[in-house]
């Protein structure tokens, strides 16, 4: 990394020792789960090229637009609507990190019995290693699970500004109502924060900016339907974690274009695996960078992962917002009504994930789901017993994995993954 990066992490406030373990510790990950896999797509070195980078040059560019007068929004749901951020001029960062740090001081702040999600939030604020939390002008919380909820409360006391957005917990009329009055006032805190207007014209744009990413993305999970899978899932899951950070316009051009190269590849009947190779789709708690960990095994086993019913998958990217509606009232519906189709565990009952994740496995063509949970996570956790009693009762195997962020339990995964695909039909 250069010298010019270095002055901007120490500006930042950074711990540059720890910093520097971090990055090297993400360099040799990256390098072991991709770099090392032959006949990835040409596509995928755009990725690999944001990743080299995601501690700088997309940093820089972050501060360059905090130098304009523009400002940085972090968050870690995705109920947060990037459309209102982006309406206002903002960029949205997503926060939320998948490896163990800092954990001695996390241990004395947060209860043991906390997701490793959560956890390491808070370990790479208080061990001063990222720099997107760093350059956060205003960091957003929400009321989902009771460790986020709660969490929230003591994350207030580490960074300047922290909003906290209320969100339903029931898919009923005073909820939607709810959702849509927490929307309003985030659309008021963005305003006093920016001093910009959200016009109906920058709420299109906006809308239209974030629609383009996740219909790209939505066009690169369909081409998984084909067997043999063009790309990997672990490929495919790099480039949902790369949306959270990357610049919205140029990665939407970028998975486009790793769309037409895979369109080539399944004309060619080119796979990430062989044609006829196990198909797989992953379920559960969202997967932030760099926890690869389950992916890498079901894959180094030889299978292919053709879906993520997850937030950091379909689950949280797809649906589209209606661009249509000519006011800003009609525009904030329209987010509303797509907002309102993510089927987030927090929410009781929650049917809609059950049946979309079966809609998911047909469409896929996977022969069977493995459910991901993190440790201590109640939601999914909960929600797992349902899941597994319905997928059962439909014939779909499906195989339950509760984990964390640790490397502790890889060779007991490795044994029990490779013993679920061999059952698959
Ligand atoms: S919409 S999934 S991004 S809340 S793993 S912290 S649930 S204890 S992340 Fe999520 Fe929004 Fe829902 Fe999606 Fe809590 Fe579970 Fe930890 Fe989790």
Request: proline residues 4%; hydrophobic residues 40%.
């Amino acid at each position: 990394m250069s010298e010019d990066y270095r002055a901007m992490w120490e500006s930042l406030g950074l711990d540059l020792e720890a910093h520097d373990q971090l990055l090297s510790a993400l360099g040799e990950g990256y390098r072991q789960v991709f770099l090392s896999r032959e006949g990835r797509p040409r596509g995928m070195e755009y990725f690999d090229f944001v990743m080299s980078e995601v501690h700088g040059l997309r940093i820089k560019e972050l501060l360059a637009a905090k130098a304009e007068g523009r400002k940085v929004i972090g968050a870690f749901c995705v109920f947060v609507p990037e459309e209102l951020v982006r309406a206002t001029g903002s960029e949205l960062v997503g926060l939320c990190a998948g490896a163990d740090f800092a954990e001695e001081e996390v241990d004395r702040i947060l209860p043991r019995n906390t997701c490793a999600l959560i956890k390491s939030a808070f370990g790479f604020k208080l061990g001063r290693v990222c720099p997107y939390v760093e350059s956060a002008d205003l960091v957003v919380g929400e009321n989902t699970c009771d460790g986020k909820k709660k969490g929230y409360e003591l994350f207030a006391e580490l960074v300047p500004q922290l909003y906290v957005m209320d969100l339903p917990q029931m898919k009923s009329e005073a909820g939607r109502g709810l959702l849509r009055a927490e929307y309003r006032r985030f659309q008021e805190r963005l305003q006093e924060l920016t001093g910009v207007e959200i016009t109906a014209e920058r709420l299109r744009r906006g809308i239209q900016v974030v629609n383009r990413k996740r219909r790209a993305l939505a066009r690169l999970w369909s081409l998984r339907r084909h067997d043999p899978a063009p790309i990997s899932g672990l490929d495919a899951l790099l480039v949902s974690q790369v949306s959270f950070y990357d610049d919205p316009e140029r990665f939407s051009g970028a998975v486009e274009k790793l769309c037409r190269e895979l369109e080539e590849r399944v004309r060619r009947g080119q796979g990430a695996a062989p044609a006829g190779s196990k198909r797989v789709v992953i379920s559960g708690c969202p997967m932030a960078v760099p926890n690869w960990k389950l992916p890498a095994i079901v894959e180094g086993a030889g299978a292919v992962i053709v879906g993520e019913e997850s937030c950091v998958g379909e689950r949280g990217l797809r649906h589209l917002v209606d661009e249509s509606p000519s006011d800003r009232d009609g525009l904030l519906e329209a987010m509303v009504e797509r907002y309102w189709q993510i089927d987030c565990a927090i929410f009781t009952p929650n049917p809609q994930r059950r049946r979309g994740l079966q809609r998911m496995v047909a469409d896929y063509q996977a022969q069977g789901v493995i459910h991901y949970c993190l440790q201590f996570c109640q939601p999914y956790q909960m929600e797992a017993m349902l899941v597994e009693r319905e997928l059962e009762a439909a014939g779909i195997p499906l195989l339950r994995v509760d984990t964390d962020y640790g490397q502790e339990d890889v060779e007991q995964l490795k044994t029990r993954v490779e013993a679920f695909l061999e059952m698959l039909g």
